[in-house]
């Protein structure tokens, strides 16, 4: 949501950083909504003072035996009046609402221009790419002959773009959890939650999925929908709180699955398991103060970015730029892994800050140490990771040539021991 106050005196500054998003101008009309409103609140105000004025000439009339039936109609038709008039007030406002919730984030001035992701920007490389002297093969090739990973049995439960894992690789799946969990809290202070999968309404439209995003979302018979991402009830753990200053930041992190559409992505990585309608994931989310949110977004990146480099996983970070930065976001780092068997970045971690934007929605507000008032946190969320497309990673840069999986050291606490995923992957 935006600052009308903001675009009240900076509509050209607003209507040109709507046009680093390629949208036209909005501020003419915004503005004409928001001056009919104020006319209309005064208008109002006015109504109901002289509403007031009339009814203690009516009552000085009656006590002294005059007649008052001129000023009781006069009351009686401006009742009407303040009544169409409130109803208008309303109406207004919900247009203005509405115009104001479809316009995405004013973007960092630092983001690069351009229209989509071919411009956006390397920042930064970690590792190298894997040699291998044998053909490399994809995550599901791997998987399907390892027993491991069963797209038809998940096609016959659920349709297309559902796995079944099982075994070890399901163990595998668990264990890159748990090692995410265990390095953002104990390493990293974030406080775990296990969150509700199911919210309504208000929550996906704090946090920027309503009302725009609605067909990407999956919507129950009894107005629930299931989470796209933990981001959306651990941000609206701030929903509606005024915190101290000194509680600032808050860092929340949770293990959750997420459930999309996939509205508009016919023909886009139909095979195996990069793009599904439920999948897992670890979630950073932030609450932070305004002065620094954007020490707390390079934070955040660098913690996701920690367990890249502890999995010894190749991968960029590139910043967004302003034709793929997401509707909430001001500013965006994706982190990109390797896959050898595609031989291809993939994005692994999306990590955003979100400024004020989500704040207004919620009004999540901190109360500052010096000072009167309250004033609006900053929230910020990133993947820690996806874990499944961490799954698919390991499984393809730690591929042999017999098509077994070595894997990572820092994983041998959570798998027993383990060190190779072989024939026996069952097991």
Known sequence: MHDLRSI??????????????GLSARSAAILALDSD?????TELQDLQNRRNAASKE???????????????????????????????????????????AGLPNILDAEVPEGADESANLEVAVWGEKPARNFPVKQHFELGEALGGMD???????????????????????????????????????????MP?????????????????????QFRTTDDFWLIPTAEVPLTNLAA???YDEVQLPLRFTAFTPCFRSEAGAAGKDTRGMLRQHQFEKVELVSIAHPEHAVEEHERMTACAEAVLQRLNLHYRKVVLCSGDTGFGARKTYDLEVWLPGQEAYREISSCSNMGDFQARRMMARFRPAEGKGTRFVHTLNGSGLAVGRTLIAVMEACQQADGSI???????????????IGADADA
């Open 8 to 21: 009240r005196d900076n509509p050209e500054d607003f209507d040109k950083a709507l046009g680093r998003r």
């Open 37 to 41: 409103r104020r006319a209309t609140q």
């Open 58 to 100: 009516i009552g000085k009339l009656k006590a002294q035996g005059g007649d008052a039936e001129g000023l009781i109609a006069e009351v009686a038709g401006i009742k009407d009046r303040i009544a169409e008039g409130e109803a208008r007030e309303r109406a207004l406002g919900e247009d203005l609402s509405a115009l104001l």
């Open 151 to 193: 797209f038809a049995t998940a096609a016959k439960l659920s349709g297309s773009r559902f796995v079944v894992l099982k075994g070890a690789l399901a163990r595998l799946h668990r264990a890159l959890a748990q090692f995410m969990l265990d390095m953002h809290t104990e390493e990293f202070g974030y406080t775990e939650v």
């Open 196 to 216: 509700p999968y199911l919210v309504r309404d208000h929550v996906l439209y704090g946090t920027g999925q309503l009302p725009k995003f609605a067909e990407d």
């Open 240 to 242: 509606g709180e005024i």
């Open 406 to 420: 070595v894997l990572p050291e820092v994983l041998a606490p959570y798998l027993g021991g383990r060190e190779v």
